[in-house]
């Protein structure tokens, strides 16, 4: 399952988190009959296991959970605790069927417990994760199993694995489900849902949503079938029989196997259908169809932003998805150097910081493979990855041999530099000149790498009098020159003009965004206003803008020069604080209206700072939810929590960039 993250909406997620564990090698299948009353959050389970090939059963259940009665081909047995576990003795490792008996109360849902993604009840949804342990199972092992669910007539339930079929009576709501591929425990969700169905090739497709969002129903299903058929197009058959969409009453964007659970406010919107949507049904592929091997590093987020949200942005033009690949390299240049670690150290996105890596630079590093190799072999190594390994396991390595398979080369340099090296490239250009010869003009240059030991290859762009001419160069050494001979004086030089290559940019390549603040453990944040409803959202605000414990300056306390600032005040604070730091509004922040606003500057000594003002604790207060998901702005204009206006400061040209129509 791809699983959720607090306050996090879609991709940002966490893979299969029980197969973290040590797999054990047999085979477990499941037989369960559940009564649930969503209301009370009474729960009663029958649980027949069927199990072999092991000498003990050990598990965990949920300490909402009690175990009535428990009984091994027939004969009731007491259960050993060993720390958290309980155990059951077998005498050896043959057959074995074990019966649980179990009941309890599912916690009921809370403004705590919407936060950590574990089990939770109420009459509007009921949420239960398959590794929350609400069922008898060993930790990290896969399983098959057939389930059975009664609900209130008013109520609906879908399960992850196959809908069998289903009943409504007068009282109650019956539907049984099954899975008979080995995968990860059942995840449950109920809820006074509205169903509407399509079909695709023979898969059902369903939308479970609340009342109020039975006009998206047909939308989602329209959506849900074009990325279907696209990643069936381009990777291979669906792995499952249905595909189910259930809106949450959780503040939650998650992902399961053959189904998506969405926050119900967010699911009008219209980012959640054309973009966010699509990650997750490819999350069927990628994270839950192959499931990762977490020893070599997750490869599944970083696979499936490349192949949903950048190509979605690709198939826009290439304009869109450079844009995409310069906003990628933003966000790592935000990222301080003591929080960069290697690709294959990435598990779960946990922070802001591991999703730079794990996300944002394993796409682009798919992005650079398509290059090296060509796409049609990229395309034949997807593929191949997944007749190979489907409702299995895989690692990087896997990846590797599927990739040089395809291409007909050995990979281990490219993947051992992108994967194992902490850091990026940062190439720069060196001294340069144009001289007059015989048939025209020669432009040398030098192309300097202070980052030694990487090996990348470079566009290169040369404009001169009467048009452009490119090339593509290998750069391995530490120093490479470039010889160039045109007919026309040349103007300007540029590598790396499309942003094909995953590298540190420079300052002066990059403007200040919210992250280069908000990444940063350094950064302090000083609150100023008179007013204390004001002064307490600030700090939950700054809570959740930084990626690191807020630290908070006192009144009158100063900071050291180089620490980063987040300087939250009332608007009537502003010009005072503004006076104080040497800065001043930026001319390029758009004139319109605002209740609120936040933008960056760098002081004299280029130390970022984050700027966030607001009329009233009101106008500061519908900025919690939104302004997180800015991080990659320099400026966001708001006006009763929605967002008026955004952008990026803008910059000169770059350092790969160099004028030539004056050189020597």
């Keep these: ?164 079929d289903e009943h409504l009576s007068g009282t109650h709501y019956r539907a049984s489900f099954a899975a008979t591929y080995l995968g990860e425990a059942p995840s449950l969700f109920a809820g006074p849902y509205e169903l509407r169905e399509g079909q695709l090739q023979g898969l059902r497709l369903r939308t479970y949503f609340h009342a109020e969002l039975a006009d998206q129903a047909e939308a989602y299903l329209e959506a849900a079938r074009g990325y279907l058929e696209r990643y069936q197009r381009e990777i291979g058959s669906y792995p499952y029989a249905d595909f189910h969409i259930v809106s949450a009453p959780l503040p939650v964007g998650l992902g399961f196997p053959n189904l998506t659970y969405v926050d119900r406010r967010i699911v009008p919107l219209p980012f959640m259908r054309s973009r966010s949507l699509a990650h997750e049904v490819l999350h069927n592929w990628w994270g839950n169809g192959i499931a990762v091997d977490y020893g070599d590093g997750n490869w599944a987020e970083g696979l499936t932003t490349y192949m949903a949200d950048y190509a979605l942005e690709r198939d826009k033009g290439e304009a869109a998805a450079r844009a995409m690949r310069v906003k990628w390299l933003r966000d790592y240049a935000a990222l301080p150097t003591t929080r960069d670690h290697a690709v294959r150290d990435f598990v779960s996105k946990q922070h802001q910081a591991a999703q730079v890596i794990g996300y944002n630079k394993v796409a682009f590093i798919f992005h650079m493979l398509s290059l090296e190799i060509g796409q049609p072999a990229f395309d034949d190594g997807i593929r191949a990855l997944w007749s190979e390994h489907r409702f ?25 530099q992108w ?78 003009p499309q942003n094909d290559l995953f590298r540190r940019l420079q300052t002066s390549e990059t403007p200040p965004i919210l992250r280069d603040i908000t ?101 500061l207060q519908a900025l919690l939810r939104p302004l997180p998901h800015y991080g990659g702005q320099s400026y966001v204009l708001f006006d009763a929590g929605r967002a008026l206006n955004r952008g990026l400061w803008p910059l000169s040209r770059g350092s790969l960039y160099r004028d030539l129509a004056t050189a020597n």
């Design 392 to 416: 299995g396991r895989a690692s990087w390595r896997h990846l590797q041999v599927a990739f040089e398979q395809a291409a007909g080369r050995q990979l281990d340099w490219f993947f051992r």
């Design 519 to 619: 990444l940063n453990p350094a950064t302090v944040t000083l609150i100023t206003s008179e007013q204390p409803e004001f002064s307490i959202v600030a700090q939950e605000l700054a809570s959740r803008l930084l990626d690191n414990t807020a630290r908070f300056l006192q009144p009158g306390q100063s900071r050291e020069s180089a620490q980063p600032l987040l300087l939250i005040t009332s608007a009537d604070r502003l010009a005072g604080q503004l006076q104080q730091l040497q800065l001043q509004i930026p001319d390029e922040l758009p004139e319109v209206e605002y209740g609120a606003a936040a933008w960056t500057a760098r002081l004299a000594n280029n130390t970022p700072v984050l700027v966030i003002s607001a009329e009233s604790s009101t106008q």
């Design 419 to 496: 994967l194992d090296r902490t850091g990026a490239p940062r190439p720069a250009l060196g001294s340069h000149r144009v001289d007059v010869v015989d048939g025209g003009y020669r432009t040398r240059i030098e192309i300097l790498q202070p980052a030694a030991g990487y090996r990348f290859s470079l566009d290169v762009l040369l404009t001169t009098e009467t048009g452009a001419e490119r090339r593509r160069l290998l750069i391995e050494d530490r120093l490479t020159h470039l010889e160039w001979i045109t007919p026309d004086r040349p103007q300007s030089i540029q590598f790396d």
């Design 1 to 164: 399952m791809t699983r959720y993250l607090p306050r996090c909406f879609f991709g940002l997620t966490l893979l299969g988190a029980g197969l973290l564990n040590p797999v054990i090698a047999t085979d477990f299948e499941h037989r369960l009959e559940i009564d649930l009353e969503p209301a009370s959050g009474e729960i009663r389970i029958q649980d027949q296991v069927q199990v072999e090939g092991i000498k003990e059963f050990r598990f965990r259940l949920a300490a909402w959970l009690s175990l009535i009665d428990v009984e091994v081909d027939g004969v009731r047995v007491e259960l050993q605790r060993h720390g958290s576990d309980y155990v059951i003795d077998l005498r050896d490792t043959g057959h074995y069927r074990i019966d649980f008996d179990i009941y309890g109360k599912i916690p009921a849902r809370d403004e705590e417990n919407t936060q950590d993604g574990t089990s939770s009840s109420a009459s509007d949804g009921v949420y239960l994760p398959g590794y929350d342990d609400w069922l008898p199972h060993p930790a990290g092992v896969q399983m098959r199993y057939q389930l059975v669910v009664k609900v209130p007539a008013t109520q609906r339930v879908v399960v992850t694995g196959r809908l069998v």
